[in-house]
Every structure is written in structure tokens, then in C-alpha cells.
């Protein structure tokens, strides 16, 4: 017999008995759609966090004083390390070949007051190549100059929230305002960047000249951060090296036998790691999904092994005119093939829909990956074939005459 | 003679049901059926009628003894071959018509065609439907259609892939007088073009119509005869509607 003739025999079947085709289908498409959404919030959460590494700025390395400790994901440095200097951020752009920009940061969170508004916002001393190094760019009016910077001037430049927070509809530019008690002119506004890795509001911040910063308002000698841009992405490596040779000489740790005082991390660490953990959530959702696939094909077995019941006259009529067992075989395992291609088909469309409506809804960023629907949809053929053979087979092996007689 | 298409050699059917004990459906039975027969099977309910047909018809397997279709041992026959003789070589009207309640009588017709290679399928099973007067009812679910109705279905369903031998297990156990003759004429007819037919009935003037007349008692065959003036199927039937005018 055509298979043809087999498959319009088992779609015929399926359509007659509407619902408990519709009940089998269910398990498959809640798998199927389960699989393609979480796999799509997963994705997503791994490109948000992607776009974030990136963002911070091309071939970035970052110096921290002294040892970062890794606490649940997120990274604390411990204890306060008074040995990085501005002076250090100057040498390692001179003396290290591989680097190319450097710019010293020292952030604190102050209180600041504009009129009789105030907020509590970060306050970060940096030099105008922070610009370029993170990637984080001024939007309206200047960035303080190198030689503002020196000079020590009450230059300050808002993020987009201090400018929502403190001067609403207001023109910032121009305006006076006081951070702690020392009064700063504002003379730009940065582009909006978002958050963080760690989810810290990138534009709650006011950059002043570092050198302001030290002096005037946070009464220190030390900065706790130096940020470094690498000429190309291949010597990443090499500069890492070429800096902490730098600063141990700089500090004088190798003669002292002590253990770095600094911390250097790398952007494709991070990525890295951050690849990691997504990866793990990702293989995790995507096994609960699984699961609910192959309960899906349970769930075909179980009708597939009712319908056998339901139909044992009707296979043995079938076998008494002429079918054979193969035929008969076939016509189950296609209807089994039915059932899971097209839970698979629906699953996919309602996925997709879901994911769709879900990346529009809500923030969350959703990311529908080809290959969950490729797998997912082979996985549920499998999952069919492989549950729909067992009754097939039983129906193939029915007498045709004990089949007949059965009520 | 070489036109032998059944030969049953010693055929037992023993059921096995558990308290009862042992239940001997059919004792040693052998019989040769020849093309171009027209076979009436006799005997009283239980005696094994049904079981011989089902065995002769390749449904059903013996006990012991074996069964020659067409010369080939059929306990020998693969699935293929034994799938293709129920599907060309033999039609079989069950006792209880075993249509499938959910289809028309047209796809129930169709179905032995469906294993086939046949072509026109509609059309052939739409011929079959009309050879037994139901070109009426074609499109009707067997729910729809009277016992004698869904008797001709089945008895459609067994000629639609025209087969060398047709099995019919009490094909008039349903049917009034006239509607018995009329399914007895087809079979006369369907005879004379060629078509050997075993047919079982209950009925002694039904089975008057056969050329050899079996009885069957307790499993065992109990005589085998020629009937060597069978009656005419067809004359009745005139003479049965030339009566039904008159009294009008
Ligand atoms: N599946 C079965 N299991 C047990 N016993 C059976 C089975 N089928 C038939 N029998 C027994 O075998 C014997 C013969 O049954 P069979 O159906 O062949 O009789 P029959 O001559 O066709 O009767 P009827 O005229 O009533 O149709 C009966 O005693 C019956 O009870
Ligand atoms: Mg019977």
C-alpha cells in the first residue's frame, strides 16, 4: 500500500475523533512552546548582558586596588588599598606599550543639592578619555579638558537621571550646583547608557575633573580604579602582563615579596564568565522543557494505546480485507508522526507568539533562537516516533478474528 | 483435477476456555473445494460453521491440520502474501456484517480496495453498491440503513475486489423471503460468471439453491452431498413478486 493512502487513512482517523486529538496534541505543544520561550528568555538574558560587556568600551581593562573577591556573581573589593594613584594611570599609558588610553576613576556616592531639590548620587572623578575608553560619550554642551583637569576646575558633567532627578523640565548647562558643600558648574549632560552588569543605573552619576575630585571633595591621595584601553584585541594578554610588571615595580612588590595589591580584569573575562552562567540556565530551563516534551509523549502513547483499544474491530476488519501487518504498523506509527508534527508545528507558532508578545509586554529582552525550534521540533517527532511504536506494533500483532470478536 | 482452490486436510479447533474445559469447535475435518462450487454449509447454531468459514477464509488459524490455498500451505504464507490472498483471492461476508459504524457505506465498500492497487476506486466500490441495489444509499452510515441493507454492504464490501472465492457466513440470516432470494440470485449469478461461493445458511430451501450441500454437527462434518437439481433463484423471486401483485 502507498503511503500516501496510509497517511490520508490516519489523517481521516485523527479528524474523527476531534478532541482526543486535540487532548494528545496538547502535551507536545506545551512542550514545544515551553522550550522555544525559555530558550528565548535565556537567549535574551545573554545578549542583555552582552550588549552591557560591550558597551563598557572596546578592549577594556580594568585596575582595581587590591583583591577583588567574587561574592555570588558579583564583585567587592575588600578592605581599602590606598596604593593606587593617578600617577600610576599616567605611566601606564607612557611605559606600556600595548595600551593606549588610560584614565584614573575615583567614585564615591555624595549627596547633591541644586536649589532646595538634593539627591544621592555617584560621584565619579575621571579625565576626558574616560570618554572613549568606556565608550560613555557627552551629549550636550563639553567634558572638562585635560587641562581644566589639572588646572583643578569646578567643572561638572550630569548623567540623564541627575537631570531628571534634580532639574526636571530645567536647563542644566550653566547652572551652579553643590556636591557636598563645594559648589560645580555644570557645563554638559552624558547620553543616556543604561545599567550595568550589576544592574546600577549608569546614569545616576556626575563626573568632575579627577583631580577636583581628590582634592576638594573627597580628601584623598589614592584612587581606587584605573581604567585602560588595549591597542587591538590580540594583546590583550601581553598588556595585562605588561601592566602588572608596571605596578609592581611601581609599588614595589616584588622587593617587598608581597602579593599584588591590585586587580586586573579583562573584558573578555567577563564575557566569559557571563557566557558561563547564561549557558548553565539556558541547559537548565531547556532540560525542565524537555521534560514537559516527553511527558507530552506520554501522553501520546496513552491515547494512542485507548484509540488502539477503541478501534481493535476496526484493525481487525482492516486485516481481514487485507491489510498486512506492515500496513497496519505504518498507519499507527504515521498517526503517532501526525500527532507530533503537528503538536510541534502549533507548539512553535504559539511559542514564538508567546515569546513575541512577551518581549513587547514586559522589559525583558526575549531572543527566539532558530535552532531551539529546529531541536525542539525534531525532539517532538523523536519523542512521537518513539512513544507511537510501541502501540503500533501492538496493533500489528492483533489476530484478525480475536479482533473482530472483542467488544 | 487441477481446480481445486481449498483443500482442508484434518482440521481441528479446540478453544480453551479455563472451567468448561476444552471446547472442540471443529474434529478432524477435511473437505476440497473446487472452482467454480457452490457450496451450502448446514448445521445448528454452535456446531462450528462459523469457525470452519473463518479457517477456509484464511482468517483464522486450526489447532492442527492445515489448510491449502491455491496449493500453497497457508500457515507457510508471510504476512505479505497471506495480507494479499485476503485482499484479492477471497471475500468474506461476516455473520455480523462488521462495517465500521462511523464511515459510509461507500468507504466501507472501499475498503478492501484501499489494500489493493486498484485505481477507481470510488467507482468500483460505487458498481459493487449497485450490484446489490444500493446505489441509494451510497453516502448512508450503516446506523442508517436496515439490517438487510447493511447485510448487502458487507456482502458489496467481499465482491468490490472481485475475488476468485467468496465466504458468506449466513448472508440471509437477516432478510425476508424476498430480499433472501434476491441476495441468492446475485450469488446464483455471480456463480455462473465463475466465482466459487461457500455460503452458510440455516435454512434448508436456502441451501437447496447450492450444488453440494455439507452438514455440519458438533464440529464434524456429518455428510457432504451434490445436489444435482438446485433450485433457481431468480424463477422464485418472479414468481414471488408475480404473487405480491395479484393480491394487490
Ligand atoms: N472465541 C471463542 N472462544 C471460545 N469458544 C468459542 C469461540 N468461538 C466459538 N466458540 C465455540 O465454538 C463452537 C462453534 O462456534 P461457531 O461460532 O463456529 O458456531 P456456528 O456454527 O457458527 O453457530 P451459529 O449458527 O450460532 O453462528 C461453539 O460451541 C462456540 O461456543
Ligand atoms: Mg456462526
Redesign the pocket.
Known amino acids: 500500500m502507498k503511503i500516501s493512502k496510509s497517511i490520508r487513512i490516519s489523517r481521516n482517523q485523527l479528524l474523527s475523533n476531534k478532541i482526543r486529538t486535540i487532548l494528545s496534541l496538547i502535551g507536545i505543544i506545551i512542550g514545544v512552546s515551553a522550550v522555544i520561550i525559555m530558550v528565548a528568555i535565556g537567549n535574551g538574558a545573554q545578549k542583555e548582558v552582552l550588549n552591557k560587556i560591550e558597551s563598557m568600551g572596546t578592549n577594556l581593562i580594568v585596575v582595581n586596588a587590591g583583591q577583588v573577591q567574587k561574592t555570588s556573581g558579583r564583585q567587592q573589593i575588600r578592605g581599602t588599598v590606598t596604593t593606587l594613584t593617578i600617577e600610576d594611570a599616567d605611566i601606564l599609558a607612557s611605559e606600556c606599550p600595548a595600551v593606549s588610553k588610560s584614565t584614573p576613576v575615583q567614585t564615591k556616592k555624595l549627596l547633591v543639592k541644586w536649589g532646595n531639590l538634593s539627591s544621592n548620587t555617584t560621584i565619579t572623578g575621571t579625565t576626558s578619555d574616560y570618554q572613549t575608553i568606556r565608550n560613555f560619550y557627552i551629549e550636550r554642551g563639553t567634558f572638562f579638558s585635560e587641562e581644566e583637569n589639572k588646572a583643578s576646575v569646578r567643572y561638572a558633567v550630569l548623567g540623564q537621571t541627575v537631570v531628571k532627578n534634580l532639574f526636571g523640565k530645567n536647563d542644566p548647562i550653566g547652572e551652579t550646583l553643590r556636591i557636598g558643600r563645594v559648589p560645580f558648574k555644570v557645563i554638559g549632560i552624558m547620553e543616556s547608557k543604561g545599567t550595568d552588569l550589576n544592574g546600577v543605573d549608569q546614569d545616576d552619576q556626575i563626573f568632575i575633573p579627577v583631580q577636583t575630585a581628590l582634592r576638594r571633595v573627597f580628601n584623598l591621595t589614592y584612587i581606587n580604579t584605573i581604567n585602560l584601553q588595549v591597542l587591538s584585541s590580540n594583546e590583550m594578554d601581553f598588556a595585562i602582563k605588561q601592566v602588572s610588571e608596571v605596578l609592581r615595580e611601581r609599588h614595589r612588590l616584588d622587593r617587598l615579596n608581597k602579593s599584588d595589591d591590585f586587580t586586573i580584569q579583562n573584558q573578555v573575562e567577563l564575557l566569559e564568565t557571563q557566557k558561563e552562567t547564561t549557558d548553565t540556565f539556558t541547559a537548565l530551563i531547556v532540560s525542565v522543557a524537555s521534560i514537559s516534551l516527553i511527558v507530552g509523549g506520554i501522553g501520546i502513547l496513552a491515547i494512542m494505546l485507548i484509540a488502539i483499544k477503541e478501534r481493535i474491530k476496526e484493525i481487525g476488519l482492516r486485516m481481514a480485507v487485507g491489510a498486512s501487518r506492515k500496513d497496519i504498523l505504518l498507519q499507527f506509527i504515521i498517526e503517532a508522526s501526525i500527532l507530533s508534527v503537528g503538536g510541534g508545528v502549533i507548539g512553535i507558532f504559539i511559542g514564538v507568539f508567546i515569546a513575541i508578545m512577551a518581549s513587547i509586554a514586559t522589559e525583558w529582552t526575549l531572543s527566539i533562537s532558530i535552532p531551539s525550534i529546529i531541536y525542539s521540533f525534531l525532539f517532538s517527532l523523536a519523542i512521537g516516533l518513539f512513544f507511537g511504536v510501541y502501540p503500533a506494533r501492538k496493533a500489528s500483532m492483533l489476530d484478525p478474528i480475536e479482533s473482530l470478536r472483542s467488544e | 483435477m487441477n481446480n481445486i482452490i481449498v483443500k482442508a486436510e484434518r482440521l481441528t479447533k479446540v478453544y480453551n476456555k479455563g472451567v468448561g474445559g476444552d471446547v472442540f469447535a471443529l474434529r478432524d475435518v477435511s473437505l476440497e473445494i473446487h472452482k467454480g462450487e457452490l457450496i451450502a454449509i448446514m448445521g445448528a447454531s454452535g456446531s462450528g ?2 469457525t470452519l468459514m473463518n479457517i477456509l477464509g484464511c482468517l483464522d488459524k486450526p489447532t492442527e491440520g492445515s489448510l491449502f490455498f491455491e496449493e500453497k500451505e497457508v500457515s507457510k504464507l508471510g504476512d505479505k502474501e497471506l495480507a494479499s490472498v485476503r485482499n484479492k483471492k477471497i471475500g468474506f461476508v461476516f ?1 455480523s456484517f462488521n462495517l465500521l459504524a462511523r464511515t459510509s457505506a461507500l468507504e466501507n465498500v472501499e475498503l478492501p480496495l484501499i489494500y489493493s492497487d486498484k485505481v477507481n476506486v470510488t467507482k468500483l466500490a460505487k458498481d459493487a453498491l449497485n450490484l446489490v441495489g444500493l446505489a441509494d444509499r451510497v453516502h448512508h452510515h450503516p446506523g442508517e440503513l436496515s439490517g438487510g441493507q447493511q447485510q448487502r454492504v458487507a456482502i458489496a464490501r467481499a465482491l468490490v475486489n472481485d475475488p476468485d472465492i467468496i465466504f458468506a ?2 448472508p440471509t440470516g437477516n432478510l425476508d423471503t424476498k430480499s433472501s432470494y434476491e441476495i441468492i440470485t446475485l450469488f446464483q449469478k455471480l456463480n455462473k460468471e465463475g466465482r466459487t461461493i461457500v455460503l ?1 445458511t440455516h435454512e434448508l430451501d436456502i441451501a437447496e439453491h447450492a450444488k453440494r450441500i455439507i452438514k455440519v454437527s458438533d464440529g464434524r462434518i456429518v455428510s457432504d452431498e451434490l445436489n444435482n437439481s438446485p433450485r433457481n433463484a431468480e424463477t422464485e423471486l418472479n414468481k414471488l413478486v408475480k404473487e405480491v401483485k395479484n393480491e394487490n
Open positions: 460453521k462459523s455473520q457466513d449466513e452458510v
